[in-house]
């Protein structure tokens, strides 16, 4: 059973700078990996799929690298709406598998 | 449009067996490339994948609950049904299922929220 390691737990920036999160995987997933935006009371919606395609109609602030275990979510300039909690999943191996989340909040 | 809805008790009592339904529209459970999963998540806490059902019949579980979860598929009725047995109070959590694309997640339901409590 494949691991996702999400750091950091709460990443403080301030609108408008640059925000980096990290999703780690316990083994290789190859590309095979998605990043979600969760706000509070809401389902998780897609934001990048297969390491770096960007999900329809996604601002192209938001872009995802990485492959095999280490990968990483950039939003470039932080909007407001940008607050929120992240999740890594990978879709490699079954049983599919999700991070634990990264807090996104406002410095 | 792909919409996909839970539904199901919202209070259960601890040793309770759950039953969940997500009732789809907008594509049919019998297409060789569409999959449903169950995913929940405690208040406050991360996403747990929980189960997945393919076209074919096919099923995946989580290996840590794979004893207590069963998914199943109704095409005709387009309905996806999870159960899960011996329920306890750190089962707490809203349930999603989701629409699987090669592997992701791009249509989720709205989610329901399941209480444990005697």
């Known amino acids: 059973e494949i691991v996702m390691t999400q750091s950091p737990a709460t990443l403080s920036v301030s609108p408008g700078e640059r925000a980096t999160l990290s999703c780690r995987a316990s083994q290789s997933v190859s590309s095979t990996l998605a990043w979600y935006q969760q706000k509070p009371g809401q389902a998780p919606r897609l934001l990048i799929y297969?390491?770096?395609s960007r999900a329809t109609g996604l601002p192209a602030r938001f872009s995802g690298s990485g492959s095999g275990t280490e990968f990483t979510l950039t939003i470039s300039s932080l909007q407001s709406e940008d607050f929120a909690v992240y999740y890594c999943?990978?879709?490699?191996?079954?049983?599919?598998?999700f991070g634990q989340g990264t807090k996104l909040e406002i410095k | 449009q792909v919409t996909l809805k839970e539904s199901g008790p919202v209070l259960v009592k601890p040793t309770e067996t759950l039953t969940l339904t997500c009732t789809v529209s907008g594509f049919s459970l019998s297409n060789a490339r569409m999959g449903v999963s169950w995913i929940r998540q405690p208040p406050g806490k991360a996403l747990e994948w929980l189960a997945h059902i393919f076209s074919n019949d096919e099923k995946s579980y989580n290996t840590s609950l794979k004893s207590r979860l069963t998914i199943s598929k109704d095409t005709s009725k387009s309905q996806v049904v999870l159960t899960m047995t011996n329920m306890d109070p750190v089962d707490t959590a809203t349930y999603y299922c989701a629409r699987m694309a090669s592997g992701y997640y791009l249509y989720w339901g709205q989610g329901t929220l399941v209480t444990v409590s005697s």
């Open positions: 297969d390491a770096s």
């Open positions: 999943q990978q879709y490699n191996i079954w049983p599919y598998s």
